[in-house]
């Protein structure tokens, strides 16, 4: 948001995943809809503002120490890839929402059509 970090893609990213599991949510205050890449194919620029807050060792979520943008997420499972807050890109993407995950811990007031109802028993 402030511009302190940028970053260049120079390859291929992956259709967009929203993932609604119960972290993501509150790390966006939504759900996470993010792409990814191979590391190597990502260049950062201002890499000395960006901070990780690691909750477990299976997850890191790379944030702007600036202004404290949401921009990445890392499994630690998958060291090799890398994924981007979709909402990060500049128009056009080029890109298109393809899955959504952990759809049971989506927040009740997000109602979408072509995810399955969720049961609140």
């Known amino acids: 948001m402030c511009g302190a970090i940028r970053y260049a ?3 291929p990213l992956r259709d967009v995943f929203n993932c609604h599991c119960h972290r993501c949510r509150r790390w966006t ?5 993010a792409t990814s890449l191979a590391v190597g194919d990502l ?3 201002g890499e000395e503002l960006l901070e990780w807050y690691r909750p477990d060792e ?3 979520y790379g944030f702007c120490r600036a202004c404290g943008s949401s921009l990445f997420w890392q499994a630690s499972d998958s060291p090799e890839r890398r994924s981007i807050c979709a909402g990060t890109l500049d128009p056009p993407t080029h890109l298109t929402t393809v ?7 989506a927040s009740d007031y997000h109602v979408r ?7 609140t028993e």
């Open 29 to 33: 205050g939504h759900h996470m809809a």
């Open 9 to 11: 893609v120079t390859g």
């Open 58 to 60: 299976h997850a890191a």
């Open 43 to 45: 260049r950062v620029e």
């Open 99 to 105: 899955e959504a995950w952990w759809v049971s811990e």
């Open 113 to 119: 059509p072509d995810l399955p109802e969720r049961r």
